[in-house]
């Protein structure tokens, strides 16, 4: 495991006070919170952690649900989330990282593991494709993965569960549950959906094939705690599986998800979204081994 190494040259870098700016927190009672962006160093490439203060949250709550009904509240602990989407540079400069030390091989383009909890599993796909305009950006070449000019800063695609959960743990930390998720993307309020305001168009998210492909991460305002891209852009994996019945047995303070299950859950829809996916309550499942040129992930650290 590498450690994770502080950016001394940004380490905290203190945002505004109020609650109503971007950027701005509220706890769940509707205190402002001051937060500090924390900034690592990850192999080289450095990634943005925003404290959350924890709270409570209404976990899939519909459009047509004015207020949160008391069976769906559940209470979050303090963590912290990465502010955007993890990129290609990241994700990338991970690859390079796990090859040298003999974790990977590279076969026709799929990217598998060889030890510990990836042993076999496929990581992500380099030659996934659906048009031009959407594709992994990532390639291998005289035993370095590189990045396409211009595509370090979007989302990384076309990466499995096990991709997203192998980068996390590499850095000591962890995909979001979904109630975590959830808890982030409503900025601390009651917000429908992950944008700066809770409202929908597409001036505040990629979604509905406006622009038929990701956007760079941080292209639109950030919800109130200052998270990019939570709705639309591309859907993020989480931590859970998937269980239709978990939510009559979740503990209602940090539900960890099912023990066990067939597909891992993902939310927040993506570039290709309809608007009904891209609420903080809604998601979707697939198994861990699927990957598609609109999934991504982003990472916490508790």
Same mark, same amino acid.
């Given at each position: 495991m590498t450690a994770l190494t502080l950016n001394t040259g940004a380490a905290f870098a203190d945002s505004t006070d109020s609650a109503d700016t971007a950027g701005g927190m509220k706890t769940a009672n509707g205190n402002a919170v001051r937060q500090k962006v924390i900034d690592f160093l990850l192999d080289g490439i450095g990634i943005s952690m925003m404290p959350l203060p924890g709270g409570m949250v209404s976990l899939?709550?519909?459009?047509?649900?004015?207020?949160?009904?008391?069976?769906?509240?559940?209470?979050?602990?303090?963590?912290?989330?990465?502010?955007?989407?993890?990129?290609?540079?990241?994700?990338?400069?991970?690859?390079?990282a796990i090859y040298a030390k003999g974790s990977i091989l590279i076969s026709s383009g799929i990217v598998i593991g060889l030890e510990d909890d990836i042993g076999g599993k496929e990581l992500i796909n380099l030659h996934g494709s659906f048009d031009n305009n959407n594709?992994?950006?990532?390639?291998?070449?005289?035993?370095?993965?590189?990045?396409?000019?211009?595509?370090? =800063?979007?989302?990384?695609?076309? %990466?499995?569960?096990? *991709?997203?959960? @192998?980068?996390?743990?590499?850095?000591?930390?962890?995909l979001p549950t979904e109630a975590e998720w959830e808890y982030a993307a409503r900025g601390g309020q009651h917000l429908r959906?992950?944008?700066?305001?809770?409202?929908?168009?597409?001036?505040?998210?990629?979604?509905?094939?406006?622009?038929?492909?990701?956007?760079?991460t941080g292209s639109y305002k950030p919800n109130p705690f200052g998270l990019y891209d939570m709705s639309g852009n591309v859907w993020e994996w989480c931590h859970d599986w998937y269980d239709e019945r978990?939510?009559?047995?979740?503990?209602?303070?940090?539900?960890?998800?099912? =023990?066990?299950?067939?597909?891992? %859950?993902?939310?927040? *829809?993506?570039? @290709?979204?309809?608007?009904?996916?891209?609420?903080?309550?809604?998601?979707?499942?697939?198994?861990?081994?699927?990957?598609?040129?609109?999934?991504?992930?982003?990472?916490?650290?508790?």
């Open positions: 899939g709550i519909q459009d047509d649900e004015e207020e949160p009904a008391d069976s769906t509240l559940v209470t979050v602990s303090p963590f912290e989330i990465s502010i955007t989407e993890i990129t290609n540079a990241q994700f990338a400069s991970f690859l390079n594709k992994c950006w990532i390639s291998f070449q005289d035993s370095t993965f590189t990045v396409a000019e211009g595509k370090g =800063d979007f989302p990384v695609v076309y %990466v499995t569960w096990y *991709g997203a959960d @192998a980068f996390a743990k590499n850095y000591g930390l962890d959906y992950a944008t700066h305001d809770g409202k929908l168009s597409s001036s505040k998210a990629n979604y509905s094939s406006v622009k038929r492909h990701p956007t760079k978990y939510p009559s047995v979740r503990p209602d303070k940090d539900p960890p998800g099912p =023990d066990y299950g067939t597909n891992k %859950v993902f939310k927040g *829809g993506s570039w @290709a979204s309809r608007a009904q996916a891209l609420r903080c309550g809604f998601s979707w499942a697939y198994e861990p081994s699927f990957k598609y040129h609109n999934i991504g992930f982003r990472v916490v650290r508790r």
